[in-house]
């Protein structure tokens, strides 16, 4: 399980119905099970997303063996759902997760 961050004044992005319409947007077809938003997409199978607090939380399992081609595909489709959701691009997603790191050691 991994968790976002979501920019101050994006909350609103993980609210369960704009969750499901940009799930639905981006990656098609999605379900909720036990209060997760759950969808399969390229290599990402599953994929679930759900608010935790104020952030999203997500937890996705790949598929290995598919061709590159999806497998950039679904790559890209993923760093766009969490551009939407969480109002960072995977750069800024980068650099704040590695601050953090570096915060917590000694």
Known sequence: MQEYEVRRGQTEN???DKLKATMQDI??????KDGKLVTNFG????LSAWACK???CIDTKMDPTVPDDVAGSTIKAFN???ERVTGYTAKERGK????KVKESKL
Request: aromatic share 8%; net charge positive; proline share 9%.
């Open 14 to 16: 993980v609210a369960p």
């Open 27 to 32: 990656f098609g077809n999605v379900e909720k």
């Open 43 to 46: 290599a990402l199978k599953p």
């Open 54 to 56: 104020k952030n999203l």
């Open 80 to 82: 766009t759902f969490l």
């Open 96 to 99: 704040r997760a590695q601050k």
